[in-house]
């Protein structure tokens, strides 16, 4: 049993000889962890199109995933279509991988003269594994579909992720709606729910549609941006960019 | 008097231990819970909580560096304020609904300082100088209370309210994409 208070909450809050986080003066890309499982072939196709979409915007873009990202179906790792970059870390773990987000941030940010940001794509098993995840975990990007059990999973995941970087800014994109309205309440819900459980707010970032373009792109790894640009998967997914790039610009507010 | 905060030859943790008997007579029984702790990048001198289980920030500043400890004392607050229902998990003498309250220690206030601490009324902000009494034993030391804790602090559940208000975003409507139906977002 531990003798006094003091033992005990040192557990909890770092001592004051900790590591901390990169000087703020350092230019680096804007960080967002975004939780994918392996098999999550959906919304890896999600996050693949995303990319492609900011950098389309001129945003500088890097989309980075561990190299045993099973499922994900993306193109060869390089710069691809419009200058994104996917980068597949051959890492063991997510110290290897966050540290390899830290350098990609770094030396990319700093010919990112329009403003960019980089994807990490976070298997979920690793969240409460990452030492020091809280200096890189700045912000995240849940990607949730409007069932109500998948709003239940996001709102324990968004736990999961506070819990790990308590200043973490945290936002959601609506995925696999049919209109509009659906994701506005979906996320509402969402919203209510992390408020309530976690006390935190939560920063919408748009809807992605429901479009079978986004599962022909998947098959043909081409992007709905490129091949369908008027599509609705298109608008939308360039109007989550155009968020993510608005918001990359400011300094994560928590 | 002298200044206190600034002395060379006094360490920072020496001054603390002599400054922890003294917090009492500021914002009345308070039970130590770390002390030099990091917080929102830069140590809390001491973090407490109250009988009625509200935590308490304690931060010292140097002779000459209290301006710079009032803007320190709000972004501690608010790294604090982010723990807070971790805290109270962990300590149950923690009430995760009562905001956290400042007590900054400084030998002195300058008049840009105390103005800018006008600014902040209404907050939960207890400042007190550091004075070391002529003719007083060496080492002893005074505070002299200069701002006390708001009369009827705010006790009310706020941690709803003060989260940030989380409003869906999208200039799109479904007849921009198509969608068929009118339904409003």
Redesign the interface.
């Known amino acids: 049993m531990a003798r006094s208070?003091?033992e005990?909450?040192?557990y909890?809050?770092?001592?004051?000889?900790?590591p901390?986080?990169a000087p703020a003066d350092t230019p680096r890309l804007p960080l967002w962890a975004v939780p994918l499982g392996d098999r999550d072939v959906v919304r890896a196709a999600h996050l693949w199109n995303l990319a492609v979409e900011v950098a389309r915007l001129g945003g500088r873009v890097v989309l980075l995933a561990p190299e045993a990202s099973d499922g994900a179906l993306w193109p060869a790792p390089g710069r691809g279509p419009v200058g994104m970059e996917l980068v597949l870390a051959r890492v063991d773990g997510p110290a290897a991988l966050l540290g390899e987000a830290r350098r990609l941030a770094a030396e990319r940010g700093v010919d990112a003269a329009e403003g960019g940001l980089l994807l990490l794509r976070l298997p979920p098993g690793w969240i409460e594994r990452a030492p020091g995840s809280a200096a890189l975990f700045e912000r995240a990007l849940l990607l949730v579909a409007p069932e109500e059990r998948d709003l239940a999973a996001a709102s324990v995941l968004a736990g999961r992720l506070l819990?790990a970087a308590?200043?973490l800014a945290l936002g959601a994109t609506i995925h696999g709606v049919?209109?509009?309205?659906?994701?506005?309440r979906a996320?509402?819900r969402l919203?209510?729910e992390?408020?309530?459980r976690?006390?935190?707010?939560?920063?919408?970032?748009?809807?992605l549609?429901d479009d079978l373009h986004l599962y022909r792109s998947i098959v043909s790894r081409r992007p709905v941006g490129l091949s369908h640009p008027h599509s609705?998967a298109a608008?939308?997914l360039r109007?989550v960019a155009e968020?993510l790039l608005e918001d990359a610009r400011e300094p994560a507010l928590? | 008097m002298a200044d206190e905060g600034g002395r060379d030859d006094t360490s920072r943790a020496a001054l603390r231990a002599r400054l922890r008997p003294k917090l009492p007579a500021l914002c009345g029984p308070l039970r130590?819970?770390?002390?030099?702790?990091?917080?929102a990048?830069a140590?809390i001198d001491l973090?407490g909580v109250t009988p009625e289980g509200r935590l308490v920030v304690v931060l010292i500043a140097e002779a000459g560096r209290e301006l710079e400890l009032v803007g320190l004392a709000l972004a501690q607050r608010a790294?604090v304020e982010?723990?807070r229902?971790?805290?109270a998990q962990?300590?149950p003498a923690v009430r995760a609904d009562l905001p956290t309250r400042i007590v900054l220690l400084a030998p002195d206030f300058s008049p840009t300082t105390r103005l800018a601490l006008q600014s902040l009324a209404g907050e939960d902000f207890v400042c007190a100088r550091i004075v070391h009494p002529a003719g007083a034993s060496e080492g002893e030391l005074w505070v002299e209370l200069l701002r006390s804790a708001p009369e009827r602090p705010q006790a009310e559940p706020r941690?709803?309210a003060e989260?940030?208000?989380?409003?869906?975003?999208?200039?799109?409507?479904?007849a921009?994409?198509?969608?068929g139906?009118d339904?409003?977002?």
């Open positions: 208070l003091a005990v909450l040192h909890f809050i770092p001592e004051a000889d900790a901390t986080s819990r308590p200043d049919r209109r509009v309205g659906e994701a506005a996320f509402a919203a209510e992390v408020e309530r976690h006390g935190r707010g939560l920063r919408s970032y748009g809807l549609v609705p608008r939308t109007e968020l928590g | 130590i819970l770390a002390e030099e702790t990091l917080g990048e140590p973090l790294w982010r723990r229902r971790d805290l962990l300590v941690a709803l989260a940030p208000r989380s409003r869906f975003r999208s200039r799109l409507s479904d921009d994409l198509g969608l139906g339904e409003p977002a």
